[in-house]
């Protein structure tokens, strides 16, 4: 491959901007860190730390650029589309941005900032002093990163994919998606994938063995719950996604027939593997959020979770139906009555766990006190909205109406009233409420609310009218339209509400920058006076998160602690025992990222050394002796004594 | 503040409907029985769940005027509060009955979208071959020996069959107006049934995507009265050119293009995949024969074909 | 803190000995869904072999009864392995296990071997759906055991050096794990695959 067609992309004036956009920013960024000295800094303290809360924070900071990479995508294809047969954008390009869209939003940022959300509390609510295998929690960051850099280099060299987020075959086979493209698609989400399936297998085993003593399975805080099912979920569905994967590149690049048109080959089971995954995958990004939900409004109405047992039984069995319900993927493929039936009664199910969470959290706020705070607004945000994704869910598992609403806008519309107001409010309440755990201030409030009511307004104007767009013949991933269509003005007040919503994210870093100036720094691990254990220990929290390890005897042991005037504390400080850091995670996965780099480009003659050198950092791992070490009693004492002398 | 927010997707909506001025939309403005059907269907779904938003926001209207901390006093201590079963009761069995009442309506109505429309006596229902190639749409008429492309003409109050397969990416074969979608793809064949009861032009497209022509990948249907179907048989069967299969690979390549007639089918040199039914049936035919090695798919389509024929 | 709990077999006798083991439990959860799934597709395609060969016109008895011989008798050898690591008895167990791994390594090469009859019969990965599916299912159980040769040379080479302790003891359980897992697995590629494919 010649290096111009390597480079071709840049050709187009749109994607050069981008990629000097991309190299400016890294370039200033770079410099900014060379001229501060903080090289050895963040290395020592971030890339190779083993700290869940670290991890956690570079999840979350990777998900907030990706958001507004994923954020400027979609504002490019508003803008494509607000006028009929716009020049903007042609129809490759188009295509390729929605495709990174969709993977970029789901994987490279709902992944990540729901994974950083659960590093940064899960230990915490459960009173232990870091995840089962904290280094494998780093080498699934760092892989993370990689699938995420990868998909991220497609734009400059080579092409991005551009068979859609679901990429369906044949359209992503070989023959219709000749070039390198499409293996990026396989590449990336592989070896993210990897990362999130050892995520899984790592917080399973976090939460079901190392709880605080006497923290029995119905005193475990909501969020923790949702994430173990989630984890359970990530631990069940991820393998699937691990083999279609395999599957597509082996058809891609080494002419197997799984998903061919000719010997036997068969399109639409890529279609069902891919939604095996791709629907628990919704799931994975939305229960955390119901967890968020739980805390934060039994937090700001002061008052414990209405319903605590029957919102454990509805994650559970929204777990189990997730499993059941792909097949709505594809109503119109034409499986019979029978089959279109169960799928539709299945998904229609899934509705009534959901609707027993969302009374349950009404009735928490009943004899409540309540307070509006800027996680409680997104708390409160996403009640009425997302009951609109989820009506609208519920007449799209319909099969017989989902044959005029399938590949719609109105589809369209609905997985955003799910996926914003759920996973993206649950995620921005869960950021502003244990951003003062992370760190030892609160973000604005004010600003704050302005970012939420710009969000909320925003939201709705650029995705509501797509629902009559559907309902008016408008199908999904046009990248343009006639005159005739009549589409033009609701495409307009979409894209006008998409400038909105560009405009609160912003205000997002914008808080970041101001609050890390003026903000009031806390004195005080417990900003809110909540319920959950995390607020027990400091903010920012020590390494070894509790000098003494929390005995529990009821749900919400921090918040009666508190009223009875009890310390949680008590006892004699002993040595801790803490894992090591280690740059091997970082290493192996800049040699696992360059081994797909060139598997991407069919270059097997670097590919082989590549993955030598792999095998060669597990054998270095299997034949490392790391005991980890003590902190020792006397310097936990002292740390403590300092961060008391703070409050 | 609240109110604003329980207001906000209302005011969209109407600020949506406003704007989109007063044409009826096109999935509820149906022509034909199957999209009459559907469009039943979604507006009893979008009463039903209105009806759920209402008393969901009701409550959290209540809610948030009552409990507020501005009105509950300084030293008002919220209540512990567990649960309550009654009302967890009555919040699973609801939708429980909402969900089975909506489940038997799917059910239901898909049976009947799926089946030959009712209403049209004993006529027999007329089948139009639509296949899916880059970016466009062929329509075989097998009985009448004719092929168009990007345009289909059907007669009124009779019904249609279309059997849908694709000569590469997965199509969607969508026309709004007189029914639902369905799959066209490469290795079987799937059916829709529709009639149209008025005559129009209605717009149809692929609404899968399927690659760089995607978005112009349109057609339209016209429905004309059976005497005026026949005679634009007969002008085509007499005036058009008879589609030879090197005009047809030269069609089938990657191409945006428009309408054209032919008076004879690509369907003689180039036979449709397998109905879904007949391919369980083959599946088991392939069983028997374990063993001789040749399961032949293309040898199996072409006795299909001749009975098809007959 | 690394307590020790002398109730408990050794190798889970440390905290994080236990979250090791457990922690690979549900790993072969995970496992389980990446076989099931490629078993799946399997199943989905076996009867879509286009132009190329149909199993039974594949399947040989020789090499078929060679593997499972080798990896069942291997299952068993291990299982003596870690009963010796129980006892403390290190060479025993460092006997037992070279045998796994020679007898480990006897079913990869019948494995090569069988898929060179394959492909001289007509059946490459590429020839049809059917191929591709029994190739890609077998291959990966193939890679497994061919992982586990590496992974196994690996403990036998740290138990020689530091002798059975908490740590080596743990590796060399979970290893057993894996190696019973993939019998096991193999098992159901015996039965499904092969005999059914053969009948």
Known sequence: ?647 | MRKKLLTMPIVAALLAIVLSGCEPLMVLNPKGPNAETLSNTIILSIITMAVILLVVYLLLFFMLKNYRASKMGADYEPPHEAGNHKLEIIWTVIPILIVSFLSVVTIYTTDKVEKKPEGYGNKEALVIYASSSEWKWHFSYPEEGIETVNYAMIPTDRPIEFRLYSFGTIASFWVPQLAGQKYAMADMLTTIHLAADHEGDYWGRNSNFNGEGFADQEFTVTATKQKDFDSWVKDVKASEPALTEKEFDKLLKPSVVGRSSYSSTHLSFSPAPMDHKDMMKADKYTESKKGSKTSDQTEHDMDDMDEMDK | MSKHNNSVPLEYSTEENDLKIFGFWVFLGAEIVLFATLFTVYFVLVDRTGSGPIGADLFELKPLLIETFLLLTSSFTIGLGVHAMRLGRVKPMIFFYVITLLLGAGFVATEVDEFLHFIHEGATIQTSAFTSSLFTLLGTHGAHVSFGLLWGTAIIIQVVRHGINARTANKAFIFSLYWHFLDVVWIFLFSFIYLKGMM
Not at chain 1, 165 to 183: C, D, R
Not at chain 1, 251 to 270: E, H, P, V, Y
Not at chain 1, 389 to 418: E, I, P
Not at chain 1, 632 to 643: D, K, L, Q
Request: aromatic share 16%.
């Open chain 1, 1 to 647: 491959m010649t290096l111009e067609i390597l480079f071709s992309p840049l050709k187009e004036p749109l994607i050069l901007g981008t990629a000097i956009g991309i190299l400016v920013g890294g370039i200033a960024m770079i410099a900014g860190i060379t001229y501060f000295k903080k090289w050895t800094w963040l290395y020592k303290n971030y890339f190779t730390s083993v700290d869940h809360k670290k991890i956690g924070i570079m999840y979350i900071f990777v998900a907030l650029i990706m958001l507004f990479k994923g954020g400027i995508e979609a504002l490019l294809m508003r803008a494509q589309t607000a006028v009929p047969q716009n020049k903007i954008l042609d129809s490759n390009h188009y295509n390729e941005i929605f495709t990174t869209h969709g993977v970029l939003m789901i994987l490279f940022v709902a992944m990540p900032f729901v994974i950083g959300l659960m590093n940064v509390a899960i230990p915490l609510q459960i009173g232990a002093r870091d995840v089962a295998f904290p280094r494998l929690n780093l080498l699934s960051f760092w892989l993370f990163l990689v699938g995420c850099a990868l998909l991220n280099i497609s734009f400059i060299i080579g092409g991005s994919p551009n068979a859609g987020w679901t990429s369906y075959f044949p359209l992503a086979g070989i023959e219709f998606s000749p070039g390198i493209q499409n293996n990026y698609y396989a590449w990336s989400l592989q070896i993210a994938g990897i990362g999130t399936l050892a995520t899984g297998i790592n917080f399973v085993t976090t939460i079901i063995k190392m709880r605080a003593p006497g923290m029995t399975w119905m005193k475990i805080p909501m969020f923790t719950w949702s994430c173990l099912i989630t984890n359970v979920i990530i631990t069940f569905a991820f393998p699937v996604l691990t083999v279609a994967l395999v599957l597509m590149t082996l058809d891609r690049q080494f002419g197997t027939k799984f998903f061919a048109m000719t010997d036997g080959g068969m399109d639409m089971l890529w279609a069902n593997l891919f939604w095996v995954w791709g629907h628990p995958e919704v799931y994975i990004v939305i229960l955390p959020a119901f967890g968020i939900f739980s805390e934060v409004i039994a937090t700001f109405s002061r008052k414990n979770l209405f319903g605590y047992g029957s919102m454990v039984a509805s994650m559970v069995i929204i777990s189990l139906l997730s499993f059941m319900v792909w097949a709505h993927h594809f109503y119109t493929m034409g499986h019979g009555v029978l089959v279109n039936g169960v799928f539709s009664v299945t998904t229609m199910l899934i509705a009534v766990p959901t609707g027993v969470k969302m009374f349950n959290w009404l009735l928490t706020m009943r004899h409540g006190r309540i307070t509006f705070t800027t996680p409680m607004l997104y708390a409160l945000g996403f009640i009425p909205i997302f009951t609109i994704g989820g009506v609208t869910g519920v007449m799209l598992a319909m099969a017989s109406a989902d044959y005029q609403y399938h590949n719609t806008l109105f589809l369209v519309a609905h997985f955003h009233y799910v996926l914003i107001p759920g996973t993206v409010f649950g995620l921005l309440a869960g950021y502003h409420y244990w951003w003062p755990k992370m760190f030892n201030f609160r973000l604005n409030e004010k600003i704050g609310k302005v970012g939420f009511w710009m969000i909320v307004v925003g939201f709705n104007v650029t995705f509501f009218p797509m629902f009559i767009l559907g309902l008016n013949g408008a199908a999904r991933r046009m990248y343009t339209y006639s005159e005739s269509t009549g589409y033009a003005p609701l495409q307009m007040l979409s894209f006008i509400g998409a400038l909105v919503l560009v405009a609160g994210f912003a205000s997002l870093v914008y808080n970041i920058y101001y609050s890390i100036r003026y903000a009031p720094r806390e004195t005080n691990g417990d900003p809110w006076d909540a319920r959950s254990l995390e607020w027990a220990t400091h903010s920012p929290v020590p390494e070894y998160n509790f000098a003494i390890v929390p005995q529990v005897s009821q749900l919400d042991e921090f918040w009666y602690a508190k009223k009875e005037g009890r310390d949680l504390h008590a006892g004699k400080i002993e040595d801790i025992h803490m894992p090591n850091n280690s740059g091997a995670p970082l290493w192996m996965s800049v040699v696992m990222g360059l081994l797909t780099f060139f598997f991407i480009f069919n270059q097997f003659m670097i590919v082989i050394p590549l993955a030598v050198i792999t095998l060669l950092f597990m054998a270095y791992r299997s034949f490392e002796i790391d005991e980890g070490h003590h902190i020792h009693a006397h310097e936990v004492e002292e740390t403590e004594r300092r961060m008391r002398g703070d409050r």
